[in-house]
Structures are given as structure tokens and as C-alpha cells.
């Protein structure tokens, strides 16, 4: 089975990085941007068919490596 954990910025904390992508685009002419969040994304697949394991499984290493919950939120998603 595949999955995707998503691993963002929470509100509040600063983001240099989407700063710097804001600038950059709207200095390629991209028209609208009103701010820009970055953040990380990991595909992983899974062996195995319980997807409730797979995702206790998945959120726990997103508490213990993937994310740095004191700054960052994540959502694990079973695609």
C-alpha cells in the first residue's frame, strides 16, 4: 500500500524558505501570490494490507523523525 505524509510549518512560525519563493516568483512575473508556505512531502509504500496499522505506524515515525512537532504539523494519508 502507499501512503504520503505531509510535513508543514505551523502558524506562527516563521518560513524564510516560502519568503524566498515568494520573491522569486513574483519576480518571474507569477501574478497573485499573497504568500507562500513550503514544506516536505514523503511517498512511502508499505507491505502489508491493515491500513489503521500502517498509519499508527506511520504517525509514529512522523512524532519521532519525519517532524519536528514543536515546529511543524504533519497528516499521514493512505492513498
Given at each position: 500500500?502507499?501512503a504520503?505524509?505531509?510535513?508543514?510549518?505551523k502558524n506562527?512560525i516563521?518560513?524564510?524558505?516560502?519568503?524566498?519563493i515568494e520573491g522569486?516568483?513574483?519576480?518571474?512575473?507569477?501574478?497573485?501570490?499573497?504568500?507562500?508556505?513550503?514544506?516536505?512531502?514523503?511517498?512511502?509504500?508499505?507491505?502489508?494490507?491493515?491500513?489503521?496499522?500502517?498509519?499508527?505506524a506511520l504517525?509514529?515515525a512522523?512524532?519521532r523523525?519525519?517532524?519536528?512537532?514543536?515546529?511543524?504539523n504533519?497528516?499521514?494519508?493512505?492513498?
Amino acid at each position: 500500500m502507499k501512503a504520503r505524509v505531509t510535513v508543514t510549518l505551523k502558524n506562527g512560525i516563521l518560513d524564510p524558505q516560502g519568503k524566498a519563493i515568494e520573491g522569486a516568483l513574483k519576480s518571474l512575473g507569477v501574478d497573485g501570490v499573497a504568500s507562500v508556505r513550503q514544506g516536505k512531502v514523503f511517498d512511502i509504500e508499505l507491505a502489508g494490507a491493515d491500513k489503521a496499522k500502517a498509519e499508527a505506524a506511520l504517525k509514529d515515525a512522523a512524532d519521532r523523525l519525519l517532524a519536528n512537532t514543536v515546529i511543524e504539523n504533519y497528516r499521514v494519508e493512505i492513498v
